[in-house]
């Protein structure tokens, strides 16, 4: 027989993929002698067959009974009996943390008669109806559909008629009216009495837990992170302890260290006569944790004590829920807290610091995704800004949009474009999608532990929590801030960093990572030493592990300095075209319109200085590294007007009667000539350079030029022709041939050896496919992986992205759109195989790739495992780049 339940005390951290991160965890933390209450985990694996044939196995139930027996046996008390019963919680536990996207269900045991036993002395009645309430409550939402605002609607009722701030402040007979009308409100949406029988409610729990895996948050929210579907989530039951008691009791979520900005100390909050649900959910605020010392000392130098022993077991920062009943403390979950990227950043220097961990195991505990975050704008703080509401400072980070009241418009208007900020008194999952949608988070309640600030954090969206000052009507479709009236659709700025909203957009500035970066590497004067401090350090491991060469995409010299700036170690892919575009497009029009070789080769003498002037500026730039120049790649069309604008054009001069427009005229009948169909897949990179006469030998002398104008200037110019679109090698031999024979004539004309390595951009399947041929004739291949995913997938990305990739997204096809992150099985395979053959036809092949997947943080470690040399992308993503091929060189971790 399969084991599909573990007890605490018979499991731990080594069964984790089987027991989730909360039983692992659990389990832990009894073994290191921590008062932890007793229970037991259902593991992922019954939740996989549950969720595959829609039935859990057939040993569970009889297994969750047993051990149910053997929980009893140690509580002293049995499920539901009638004095004091024994209550548990049912909470779900992924092996990958996915905080508030699951079910959980509290006091399950009570029923008509339990509540009686349990509240049966005076002091005990209004916590025995409160319990009974919350039952209620969770088990009709979670485990019965009922929707959850209808209860929360019925509890807003009663509270305004009590003028209660809070439910805290209800009596036992407002609680016991609350829970009738709650049970009343189950049997009339569903047709079912609430249940009356422990075990039943118990085995309903476990099973809806179980269905919360494919819950619509729980989906979006294992797209947004990358979690695979097929994990499942274990149960956790637990015996209830309790700390709506009384001013005795409490509930509070603790972090070792600030998940915020890192630094070291006390953070969290505990609300007092409180279960663990009202403090992560924000319904009612919280008092600092630190307030405990003064409330309960005791219990607060045993909470200190247990986080001390709980950082040094798992070596991170670790995020703690705990309850304390009538003074004693209980520990409830911990786990390897969420935070925001200057956090992580921090911590993991923090700790190398420390000698805790080693500086690799610190660069694998940051990541590119959260650099990004880093180099982000901040609001410029030296004007003073009309500041409307104060919070805490619960995300950092700088946000700027129009106000929305529910998830629903936050989703709608981030569709159409707007960018939001989503105002709610507390968020809930069911929020999610919202919070994905907006730009900021803004909550009149809660603290930096509530599910706001915690999914936030996460995400890296910004987000002030605990407002209070703001008070939200979401059926008016506004907020108040003393005076002052903000409705839907208007602008905010959200500074979480500061826990500040201010009306309307305020100015931003490049934050102190951005200006670290723009420095070179230096640390910007009068910067604060966080982050850029724990940046700088982490990015020197990343620069001494990597094995990957990080270049830039780079076509001016503007970009080519910024790119040197930020670490680039040369140009990956520098785009001609661009260089033929503003007041130099007449001399292409030129060009195109010649009718002879001579009026043809005037053209493109008029073109070969500014192109020389072009690659002498890129080139001094990036002098001693190399600078891979892409011969013209676009149709020749593309530099012509727009062929309808020519249309109108000609045919109004005719209606008018003016003067004849000869070169309009010529222009619009060069369009009609060479208008395609598919014009991506028609005359352009390769086939232009054979096709139209001068053009290669202009581009080419224009390179070769400007490397003997650096060389004559003392410089080390290293400029590499690279030829795109090639799909046979007879093309890349012809024009090979070609450049050979202006390289030659330059070398023979100024008596400076000029060599420029040629190569070709890889970025059709059947060059992939004959890559060993390829390279007989290459010296290097660069990846052109934007146009290889397009033939690749037969998609059109101009128009795909738009029409079908939210559906496709939603459906599964893909989890990421093709062309952010690499697709590993098909455009992925292409490129092994082109490595592997172009490598075996040649050993000392230079093989870089130079799409925008080479920024990309899940693609850079593909292209370190199939063995590129480099990577070249946007000169902004450099630093992504650089950090992530260092990650991608560290030794695999189980």
């Avoid at 024994?86 to 029923?111: F, H, K, Q, Y």
């Avoid at 049966?120 to 959850?148: C, H, I, N």
Wanted: with cysteine; hydrophobic share 40%; glycine share 10%.
């Amino acid at each position: 027989m399969n084991t599909y339940v573990y007890d605490f005390a018979e499991s731990g951290g080594e069964l984790a993929h089987l027991l989730g991160n909360k039983g692992a965890n659990l389990a832990q933390m009894a073994r290191m002698g921590m008062p932890v209450p007793p229970g037991f985990t259902v593991t992922t694996e019954a939740c996989r067959v549950f969720l595959a044939t829609g039935e859990p196995p057939a040993d569970v139930r009889q297994q969750v009974h047993d051990h149910l027996a053997t929980l009893e046996a140690t509580a002293g008390k049995r499920l539901g009996q009638a004095d004091n019963p024994l209550l548990v919680s049912v909470r779900s536990g992924a092996s990958i943390s996915m905080p508030g996207m699951m079910e959980t269900v509290l006091d399950i045991g009570l029923n008509d008669y339990s509540v009686l036993g349990l509240g049966k002395t005076p002091e005990r009645e209004r916590f025995a109806w409160d319990s009974y309430r919350r039952l209620v409550q969770m088990y009709g939402s979670t485990v019965m559909g009922v929707d959850s605002s209808l209860f929360e609607a019925l509890l807003n009722s009663i509270e305004e008629q009590h003028h209660a701030a809070d439910d805290s402040c209800l009596d036992a007979c407002d609680l016991i009216r609350i829970t009738e009308s709650f049970k009343d409100l189950v049997l009339e949406r569903t047709g079912r009495a609430f249940p009356q029988e422990p075990s039943e409610q118990l085995w309903e729990a476990v099973l809806a837990v179980f269905a919360s895996w494919n819950g619509e948050r729980a989906r979006l929210y294992r797209r947004r992170e990358h979690i695979p579907d097929d994990l499942g989530t274990a149960v956790t039951v637990q015996a209830m302890v309790f700390g709506n008691f009384g001013p005795d009791s409490g509930s509070g979520v603790a972090f070792t260290r600030d998940p915020a900005t890192g630094c070291p100390g006390v953070y969290g909050d505990y609300l007092p006569s409180a279960q663990g649900e009202d403090v992560v959910s924000g319904v009612r605020n919280t008092v600092p944790l630190q307030e405990l010392a003064s409330l309960d000392p005791a219990s607060f130098a045993q909470l200190r004590e247990h986080m001390r022993k709980l950082e040094g077991h798992y070596r991170d920062l670790c995020d703690i829920e705990f309850t304390i009943e009538r003074g004693t403390l209980w520990m409830l979950q911990t786990r390897v807290g969420k935070r925001t990227a200057q956090a992580a950043f921090s911590i993991a220097s923090q700790l190398a610091d420390e000698g805790v961990i080693t500086p690799r195991e610190a660069l694998g505990r940051v990541d590119g995704a959260g650099l990004a975050q880093l180099m982000f704008p901040r609001f410029d703080t030296t004007g003073t800004g009309n500041v409307i509401a104060r919070g805490i400072p619960a995300s950092p980070g700088a946000a700027v949009g129009a106000v929305v009241f529910d998830s629903a418009a936050a989703v709608r208007r981030a569709g159409a474009g707007e960018k939001v900020v989503l105002v709610r008194h507390e968020t809930t999952a069911d929020d999610l999608p919202g919070m994905v949608a907006a730009q900021a988070v803004l909550t009149s309640r809660g603290g930096k532990t509530s599910h706001a600030a915690v999914v936030a954090r996460g995400m890296g969206r910004v987000c002030v929590c605990g407002a209070e000052g703001i008070a939200v009507d979401v059926e008016a479709r506004c907020f108040t801030a003393g005076d002052l009236t903000v409705s839907e659709g208007t602008v905010v700025s959200v500074d979480g960093s500061r826990g500040l909203v201010l009306m309307g957009a305020v100015p931003m500035v490049d934050s102190d990572v951005m200006r670290y970066f723009d420095r070179g590497g230096l640390l910007p004067d009068g910067a604060s030493q966080e982050p850029a401090r724990s940046v700088h350090r982490l990015m020197t491991e990343a620069d001494a592990a990597r094995r990957l060469e990080v270049r830039a995409n780079a076509d001016t010299p503007c970009d080519a300095a910024r790119a040197r700036r930020f670490g680039a170690q040369g140009i990956g892919l520098c785009r001609t075209e661009h260089m033929f575009l503003g007041d130099r497009r007449p001399l292409v029009e030129d060009m195109i319109l010649a009718e002879s070789e001579t009026a043809r080769a005037a053209a493109l003498d008029a073109l070969l200085p500014l192109q020389r002037s072009d690659f002498i500026g890129i080139l001094e730039e990036m002098d001693g590294l190399p600078v891979t120049i892409r011969l013209l790649d676009p149709p020749l069309h593309e530099f012509l007007p727009d062929r309808t604008e020519l249309a109108v054009r000609v045919a109004r001069s005719e209606a008018l009667g003016t003067p004849p427009d000869p070169r309009g005229a010529s222009l619009l009948a060069a369009v009609t000539r060479m208008h395609e169909e598919n014009p991506m897949l028609g005359l352009r990179g390769v086939r232009l350079a054979l096709v139209v006469p001068g053009l290669v030998a202009m581009q080419v002398r224009a390179i070769a030029e400007a490397v003997v104008a650096r060389t004559l200037a003392g410089g080390t110019p290293r400029a590499e022709i690279m030829v795109p679109l090639v799909d046979a090698v007879e093309e890349l031999r012809l024009v090979k041939e070609e450049v050979g024979r202006v390289l030659t004539a330059v070398s023979t004309e100024t008596g400076i050896d000029v060599d420029c390595p040629v190569g070709t951009m890889i970025e059709l399947p059947r060059a992939a496919l004959t890559a060993g041929r390829i390279a007989e004739e290459a010296r290097f291949f660069s990846f052109g992986t934007n146009d290889l995913t397009q033939t690749t997938w037969g998609f059109s990305r101009d128009d795909v992205e738009a029409a079908f990739f939210s559906a496709y997204l939603d459906k599964g096809v893909f989890t990421a759109s093709p062309f952010e992150t690499l697709d590993r099985e098909g455009v992925g395979r292409l490129v092994r195989i082109a490595v592997s053959e172009g490598r075996r036809a040649h050993p000392d092949l230079v093989i870089g790739v130079c799409g925008e997947h080479g920024g990309d943080p899940a693609s850079v470690r593909f292209f370190h495992e199939v063995g590129l040399d480099y990577v070249s992308c946007s000169p902004f993503r450099v630093p992504v780049a650089r950090l992530e091929a260092g990650r991608a060189a560290l030794p695999a971790t189980d």
